[in-house]
């Protein structure tokens, strides 16, 4: 039976949510009203405000019919990496959108660079008002280790969408770089799956202890990304003289993706000494 629940509205994260709704369907309204853009990029702004605009969509209405309870997930490990991700894919956009995108004149793309910087903020406070508390007895995916997994998992998508086959190809080095993107990426994807949808019990090993030893194992591998992926990148190739500034080429593709490694490797070290300390001085005490 379906039992309505109007507190969901007016709790803070809920109010936060629905002012996610209306700032997201502003911006895809006034992005959609100025007319398609050319290139992937366009899709991928207007793709990332409806998704989210979606979802939140989805949320708000099963915690208001109590439906959210009956599935048979973990909805607060859901919900925390949904904002997670909302906040970094709107992010994205509200950088890509404007930088090639927006004139001086276009008062509707401006407006909707505005809202989309609105929405960010809000779904960033959403992961601030859904994470774990210290002393919290909460879901993975609440945690700041669950959370890193999400960043982590978001940042190979973004070089992913960077990689050019005809250049990695042709190197061995730069193939090994792809095959550390997308072990690490697997495994990040896997442990988000495992929890959201309660099999965490299936790992054959503590599973504390498998996700330490993996974070070890990913910044070890990519440390030897952020090095050979520039060696092999940009040795003996300058940036081309078409590459116009305001319009993405293969070259700056590189660039983002050597940038992108480094930022993982920041994250999964951060990752590392989370799970250290969780293993090695939390359970002991």
């Not at 007016?10 to 006034?30: A, N």
């Not at 904002?83 to 959108?97: C, G, H, K, Q």
């Not at 504390?208 to 070890?220: E, F, H, Q, R």
């Not at 993405?248 to 250290?276: H, R």
């Amino acid at each position: 039976m379906v039992t309505l629940d109007f507190s969901t509205l007016t709790v803070p994260v809920g109010i936060v949510r629905i002012l996610e709704l209306i700032f997201t369907c502003i911006t895809f309204s006034l992005v959609a009203s100025v007319g398609h853009g050319a290139g992937s990029f366009w899709t991928w702004c207007m793709f990332t405000w409806c998704f989210c605009f979606c979802v939140t969509f989805l949320i708000l209405f099963l915690e208001f019919t109590s439906l959210s309870a009956k599935l048979p997930i973990s909805w607060e490990d859901f919900t925390t990496a949904f904002a997670m991700l909302a906040t970094l894919m709107v992010l994205a956009a509200s950088i890509i959108y404007p930088v090639f995108f927006t004139c001086s004149n276009c008062g509707r793309s401006i407006g909707a660079s505005v809202t989309s910087c609105l929405a960010f903020i809000l779904y960033a406070v959403d992961v601030g008002l859904t994470r774990a508390k210290p002393g919290e007895i909460s879901g993975f995916l609440s945690t700041v280790p669950g959370l890193l997994k999400v960043l982590e998992a978001f940042v190979a998508c973004i070089i992913f969408i960077c990689l050019d086959n005809n250049k990695y190809s042709q190197y061995p080095g730069l193939q090994w770089c792809v095959a550390v993107y997308s072990i690490c990426f697997i495994f990040a994807l896997l442990v988000i799956i495992f929890t959201i949808c309660r099999l965490l019990s299936l790992f054959p090993a503590p599973f504390d202890k498998v996700l330490t030893g993996c974070n070890v194992l990913a910044v070890l591998m990519y440390l030897t990304a952020v090095v050979i992926w520039p060696l092999y990148s940009f040795r003996n190739n300058p940036r081309p003289s078409n590459c116009v500034k305001g319009i993405i080429c293969t070259w700056d593709n590189l660039v983002v993706i050597s940038f992108m490694t480094a930022f993982n490797l920041g994250a999964y070290i951060a990752d590392t000494v989370y799970s250290f300390r969780l293993v090695f001085f939390v359970s002991r005490t």
